[in-house]
Every structure is written in C-alpha cells, then in structure tokens.
Nanobody, 121 residues
Framework: QVQLVESGGGLVQPGGSLRLSCAAS????????MGWYRQAPGKQRELVAT???????NYAGSVKGRFTISRANAKNTVYLQMNSLNPEDTAVYYC???????????????WGQGTQVTVSS
C-alpha cells in the first residue's frame, strides 16, 4: 500500500506565492520520478512539472520561470514552489509518483488526493 499526501494549497492573491508538498509513504522500494499535475474546472488534467530521482526537471511552458520543483529523496517528498501566481493557475493540483513497490517489486503509478489552489483578489 502506497499513499501520497499533499499539503500547502489555499487562497492567494495574484502575484503571490504558495509552496506545495507531497510525501509518499508505504511499501516503496524506489521512486523513479515525482511530479505535479493540475486540473482546472472544465479542463483536462495537465502536467505542471516533473523531477526524476537524478534531479532532472521538466516544466510546462506556462509555469516555466515561475514555478520550481524540488525533491528530498531521503524523505520521499516533492515540493512545488509557485511564485507570481495568476488566476489562470487556479486548479486542483495533484501529486504523482512513478515508483517500484517493495513487496512485489513492480512498477506502479500513484496519485495524491489533490489540493486546491485558488488565485483571486
């Protein structure tokens, strides 16, 4: 059993900042990559940023230069620092992990429950 628990969402004014955290726990052998996705009302879920175990990162064009993804491998935790937020960033943000489970040594994909980010004045 693997769980991803997100925290850090909330309401922020345009131009403000938020930091999201996601901790993975449970029967984990190794984590290959972690990332953040978001889904706005009426839209499909989209990639925000990903980071591999080696530290390679990938960002959506809309957040490049404003958001920074980082990872604490020893804690199985990924962070998303979001700066210069604008109303178009309003969405439910989901944490994702591509990992190998400890018991069966199989590769699996897991999602967090989501955390709401609202950017509004």
């Amino acid at each position: 059993q693997v769980q991803l628990v997100e925290s850090g969402g909330g309401l922020v004014q345009p131009g403000g900042s938020l930091r999201l955290s996601c901790a993975a726990s449970g029967s984990i052998f190794s984590i290959n990559a972690m990332g953040w996705y978001r889904q706005a009302p009426g839209k499909q879920r989209e990639l925000v940023a990903t980071i591999t175990s080696g530290g390679s990162t990938n960002y959506a064009g809309s957040v490049k230069g404003r958001f920074t993804i980082s990872r604490a491998n020893a804690k199985n935790t990924v962070y998303l620092q979001m700066n210069s937020l604008n109303p178009e960033d309003t969405a439910v943000y989901y944490c994702h992990a591509a990992l190998t489970t400890a018991v069966t040594i199989t590769r699996s994909s897991y999602w967090g429950q989501g955390t709401q980010v609202t950017v509004s004045s």
